[in-house]
């Protein structure tokens, strides 16, 4: 499996015209490189306006790049395809399907049979722990479960990438901790490289093992870590464990400082 | 004790009611005062009977279209043939419509192409046609069809551009990215999520549609509803022309109703999600 890459990508939106005189485009991202690896868990976190989304709609290939390049190995990439998953914020779902039928809803595209999908599907509902919501209606679900069949829908096509706009963003503070372990298990089961845009510090710590901080106007990268705290889960050390250790909260103060530098306001 | 008895006895009661409106009983109230004037009317002598005619003979009017029938037609075979006429063209204007909206909601040069026509027939009042569609194709059923049908592609070719709009853009983007073509996104996201606009749309059409009903059997009709109407209307057999007004309300009614039931069943996600 090759890397997923964003080299030295800018992207700027002209002014509409129709809003007064034409001023200049206004910078989205500027000159931002990053690579993501299979097997690679990076976290970006940034302030509103560092182009957080942008930067992950650049890599699904929903949007294209004012400058740079963004590849797949030596291919570019053109458009979204069903190597790079997305897990959006809004859950995206149709309410219109059941969960598994949501589920399925990638395999379907793929042409797999029906009796095929339906397996996958539930093998998949059953991973996040949903078997038992299979066949009930999306409105009928609450906002975890909802997200939870929006993980499930990505992984239904096997992608080598998965990338996740806030995907826990609109939970509740419980619930978040439980999914964001359950995000760990998926990314540890499928292997994929995962680029997950959050604006909880704790999360992309505990969660990345790589970090990325993003400043805004225009976005662009003031740090990029590695952690270790989501390998050290995967060993063995509890969620609660970790995040009360020095060391996290250290590395807690560091990101918030990275976040806040050009603020001039200590956090 | 039987003082505690008195004070707990209104309390354990049931609670005290005045008389409460519920919407049901608002609209059945309405119907009885209306057909009560009317009753009084006739039957006081207010208003002469060409104008309305008594109740009573209008009930037994209903009775005569059902047996014996109005100008070589009972009431079932008027209204057969008119309901053939407003179901032949919704099956035709849903068939046009539908991909119309489609067309425009996704296509810049189809919008470009499309909006001003359906912009253009749409506020067209059916008896403004009426006469160049006879010119142009006869006085035949298809001319009758056509005029009602003409009244119901628009609002549901505006429903269908509407609906396929209200797919999220994340939805849209999901689909893209789990690699469906245009055509899929548009079959697999934005057609489903445009039914609950469309069945309104249909809703909004066959109202069109019942209301062009009488222009559309104005010339060359031997059978239905409209017909009947304007055949009465001119010998003032005001009983008939009052059927016939009842029953387009009562055929539009039962057909609305039939239709917020589908509604109900096959979109019930609808304003949910």
């Known amino acids: 499996m090759t890397e997923l890459r964003l080299t030295n990508v800018s992207l700027s939106y002209a002014r509409r015209p129709g809003f007064g005189a034409a001023g200049p485009a206004t910078s989205v991202l500027d000159h ?4 993501l690896a299979p097997g690679e868990f ?5 302030r509103s306006g560092s182009g957080k989304t942008s930067l992950l709609n650049l890599a699904a290939g929903f949007i294209a790049p004012t400058e740079g390049r963004v590849t797949r190995g030596s291919q570019p990439i053109t458009g979204p395809g069903a190597d790079r998953a997305v897990v959006f914020q809004d859950d995206a779902l149709y309410p219109w399907l059941s969960a598994r039928d949501n589920v399925a809803f990638p395999l379907r595209l793929a042409g797999v049979s ?27 679900l609450s906002g975890g479960q909802r997200q939870r069949v929006g993980i499930a829908r990505a992984l239904a096509a096997k992608p080598d990438f998965l990338l996740m706009d806030e995907p826990l963003g609109a939970l509740d503070a419980m619930t978040r901790e439980r999914m964001q372990e359950l995000l760990l298990e998926v990314w540890r089961a499928s292997g994929a490289g995962v680029l997950l845009i959050t604006h909880s510090v704790d999360e992309a710590l505990f969660l990345g093992t790589r970090v990325i901080v993003l400043a805004p106007h225009p976005g662009r990268i003031v740090l990029d870590r590695s952690f270790d705290f989501s390998r050290r889960f995967a060993t063995g050390e509890t969620a609660r464990a970790l995040k009360a250790a020095p060391e996290f909260i250290a590395a807690r103060e560091d990101l918030i400082a990275a976040i806040h530098a050009d603020e001039g306001v200590a956090a | 004790m039987s003082e505690q008895t008195l004070a707990v006895a209104p309390a354990a009661g049931p609670p005290i009611r005045r008389l409460r409106l519920s919407p049901w009983l608002a609209t059945l109230l309405t119907v009885a005062v209306l057909l009560a004037l009317w009753l009084c009317a006739s039957s006081f002598g207010w208003v002469s009977p060409v104008f309305l005619p008594h109740p009573a003979k209008v009930l037994a009017a209903i009775g005569k279209l059902v047996t014996r029938g109005y100008v070589d037609g009972t009431l079932f075979e008027h209204a057969t043939a008119s309901l053939g006429r407003v179901f032949t063209a919704l099956a035709f204007s849903i068939l046009i419509a539908v991909p119309v909206g489609l067309v425009i909601a996704t296509s810049p040069i189809g919008r470009g192409v499309l909006d001003p026509l359906i912009e253009f027939i749409r506020p067209l009042p059916p008896l403004a046609y009426l006469p160049l569609i006879i010119i142009w194709f006869g006085i035949g059923e298809p001319s009758k069809v056509l005029v009602i049908a003409l009244a119901m592609v628009a609002p549901i ?54 209301s062009t009903l009488v222009a559309a059997e104005l010339v060359a009709a031997s059978r239905g509803l409209g017909f009947m109407i304007q055949s009465a209307a001119q010998f003032l057999v005001t009983d008939i022309v009052i059927v016939g007004i009842f029953v387009i309300s009562a055929l539009a009614f039962v057909f609305e109703a039939l239709l917020r039931l589908v509604e109900r069943y096959f979109v019930r996600w609808s304003g949910r999600h």
């Not at chain 1, 991973?127 to 409105?139: K, N, T």
């Open chain 1, 32 to 35: 931002v490189s990053l690579g």
């Open chain 1, 42 to 46: 990076v976290a970006v976190i940034g």
């Open chain 2, 157 to 210: 070719a505006i429903a269908t551009a509407a609906g396929v709009r209200s797919a999220s853009e994340s939805q849209v983007n999901a689909a893209r990215s789990f690699g469906a073509s245009r055509l899929g996104v548009l079959l697999h996201v934005q057609l489903p999520s445009a039914l609950p606009s469309i069945l309104t749309g249909i809703r909004i059409a066959l109202g069109a549609g019942w």
């Open chain 1, 114 to 140: 029906r009796t095929e999908r339906r397996e996958r599907a539930g093998a998949l509902l059953h991973q996040v722990g949903l078997e038992r919501e299979a066949d009930r209606a999306i409105w009928e």
